[in-house]
């Protein structure tokens, strides 16, 4: 569907007035507060597993007219979560039949990464908006392919992390931007910064997202197409620990709880050091040789970038006393506290940071950039993807984020994984 008519259903009211094949219902006859049938965003969603029931997807406004899952028991679950919250959604078995349908503007990813690429470009194709779960892919060159589509086709995208526009910034107990702010401003120093993320800093990297070496091949449930659930992935014996709540712990899903935690923990970062333009350009990994099926834990992981800023992510807790973010002036802890003298009201009296648009209806309705679009999201998954790249390979490298290549063999091979017949992945 051209993007010019994508939304030609759910104009204002102002744009309507001049359609007169089209009938407006007043407000107050559908009620005080509520928005008239041809307002609302009409969604589906993709993957009915448990982020699909939370706030940001089924409890999202909009009339839900789909789901989607491999699993009929799941599908069935949320299905009648959906009713009781006022929807009577349709639900499909093949992705691709619901993105075929013309009736939806906003599609929800809530599958594991591995299928992210795939599915969000072609909702892009198909003329949808996408809200995506993070990270939003399980490599580079997926990521670089998703942000390509949205942009091709013209395309609303955020990834489900909102620290950077709102909300206290998990254990830091402050938001993002007063931390953007301090930086931008300088009262840090004009740099390089030293960002570390860590227990000590407020931030647990979840390594009970660990995988399992001793699986011993069980029989598939009936109501379960293990084969479609793993899709793009590699062929591997079902067991009902790869699937479902701990897939996080193997590669060829995700990477464990850098891929669960890292684009929350880590977008915020990139938003508040100002690199949404940027890459690292080497990462370094202290951890021991990895199985090249589970995921295991690291201690250590750090990034610098060309201007010898650095980002340390602290896996064994070593970073006791470790300020968040320190410069050659000062520095900022939880709780925005700060050695900087009469910091305060040094940072009451600067210019706010740029406003974000944070309200995704929002930024579909009006065909803006939400705050974390395709392409700040690309970066910050890139963040992430270099950090289990590492992790896998057990390889410190130099990356180069123009060509986007690395110079260890054994972790370049990694930026760009093949997909498993029929699957391809286009751009």
């Given at each position: 569907?051209?993007?010019?008519?994508?939304?030609?259903?759910?104009?204002?009211?102002?744009?309507?007035?001049?359609?007169?094949?089209?009938?407006?219902?007043?407000?107050?006859?559908i009620g005080q507060g509520q928005t008239p049938p041809s307002e609302q965003l009409t969604r589906g969603i993709i993957g009915c597993g448990g982020i699909s029931g939370s706030g940001a997807h089924v409890g999202q406004k909009g009339p839900l007219l789909a789901l989607c899952d491999v699993?009929?028991?799941?599908?069935?679950?949320?299905?009648?979560?959906?009713?009781?919250?006022?929807?009577?959604?349709?639900?499909?078995?093949?992705?691709?039949?619901?993105?075929?349908?013309?009736?939806?503007?906003?599609?929800?990813?809530?599958?594991?990464?591995?299928?992210?690429?795939?599915?969000?470009?072609?909702?892009?194709?198909?003329?949808?908006?996408?809200?995506?779960?993070?990270?939003?892919?399980?490599?580079?060159?997926?990521?670089?392919?998703?942000?390509?589509?949205?942009?091709?086709?013209?395309?609303?995208?955020?990834?489900?992390?909102?620290?950077?526009?709102?909300?206290?910034?998990?254990?830091?107990?402050?938001?993002?931007?007063?931390?953007?702010?301090?930086?931008?401003?300088?009262?840090?120093?004009?740099?390089?910064?030293?960002?570390?993320?860590?227990?000590?800093?407020?931030?647990?990297?979840?390594?009970?997202?660990?995988?399992?070496?001793?699986?011993?091949?069980?029989?598939?449930?009936?109501?379960?197409?293990?084969?479609?659930?793993?899709?793009?992935?590699?062929?591997?014996?079902?067991?009902?620990?790869?699937?479902?709540?701990?897939?996080?712990?193997?590669?060829?899903?995700?990477?464990?709880?850098?891929?669960?935690?890292?684009?929350?923990?880590?977008?915020?970062?990139?938003?508040?050091?100002?690199?949404?333009?940027?890459?690292?350009?080497?990462?370094?990994?202290?951890?021991?040789?990895?199985?090249?099926?589970?995921?295991?834990?690291?201690?250590?992981?750090?990034?610098?970038?060309?201007?010898?800023?650095?980002?340390?992510?602290?896996?064994?807790?070593?970073?006791?006393?470790?300020?968040?973010?320190?410069?050659?002036?000062?520095?900022?802890?939880?709780?925005?506290?700060?050695?900087?003298?009469?910091?305060?009201?040094?940072?009451?009296?600067?210019?706010?940071?740029?406003?974000?648009?944070?309200?995704?209806?929002?930024?579909?309705?009006?065909?803006?950039?939400?705050?974390?679009?395709?392409?700040?999201?690309?970066?910050?998954?890139?963040?992430?993807?270099?950090?289990?790249?590492?992790?896998?390979?057990?390889?410190?490298?130099?990356?180069?984020?123009?060509?986007?290549?690395?110079d260890e063999p054994e972790a370049h091979k990694l930026i760009s994984q093949p997909m498993r017949a029929p699957w391809k992945l286009e751009g």
């Open positions: 569907m051209p993007a010019s008519q994508s939304i030609s259903r759910r104009k204002t009211l102002k744009g309507l007035a001049a359609l007169a094949t089209i009938q407006i219902v007043p407000r107050h006859v699993d009929r028991k799941h599908l069935e679950n949320r299905t009648a979560d959906a009713k009781k919250r006022g929807h009577d959604p349709k639900g499909y078995h093949d992705f691709r039949e619901l993105l075929a349908r013309d009736d939806l503007d906003i599609i929800h990813i809530c599958t594991p990464p591995h299928w992210h690429a795939l599915m969000a470009i072609a909702a892009a194709k198909a003329g949808k908006d996408i809200w995506c779960e993070k990270p939003m892919s399980r490599t580079i060159g997926e990521g670089l392919a998703m942000k390509e589509a949205v942009e091709k086709n013209d395309r609303i995208f955020r990834i489900n992390t909102w620290f950077r526009f709102r909300d206290g910034f998990y254990g830091m107990g402050c938001p993002a931007k007063p931390l953007r702010k301090a930086v931008m401003h300088g009262l840090l120093g004009a740099g390089p910064l030293t960002l570390t993320v860590g227990a000590h800093q407020g931030f647990n990297w979840k390594f009970n997202w660990s995988g399992r070496t001793d699986l011993v091949e069980q029989p598939v449930p009936e109501h379960f197409d293990y084969d479609f659930w793993l899709g793009p992935a590699p062929k591997k014996p079902y067991h009902p620990h790869r699937t479902h709540g701990s897939f996080r712990g193997y590669w060829d899903y995700d990477g464990g709880g850098l891929g669960d935690m890292g684009q929350h923990y880590l977008d915020p970062v990139q938003y508040i050091l100002g690199k949404d333009e940027e890459s690292p350009v080497e990462v370094f990994i202290d951890a021991d040789p990895q199985d090249q099926d589970a995921v295991g834990s690291w201690r250590r992981i750090e990034y610098t970038y060309a201007d010898g800023t650095r980002i340390i992510l602290d896996g064994d807790g070593r970073e006791k006393g470790t300020p968040y973010i320190k410069g050659s002036e000062g520095s900022i802890s939880r709780g925005l506290k700060s050695d900087i003298a009469g910091f305060d009201e040094k940072l009451k009296s600067l210019k706010d940071p740029e406003p974000q648009l944070g309200d995704f209806h929002e930024a579909v309705r009006e065909r803006k950039k939400f705050a974390l679009n395709e392409s700040n999201a690309f970066r910050s998954a890139t963040i992430v993807n270099l950090g289990t790249i590492a992790h896998r390979s057990n390889k410190s490298f130099k990356f180069d984020p123009k060509t986007m290549t690395i």
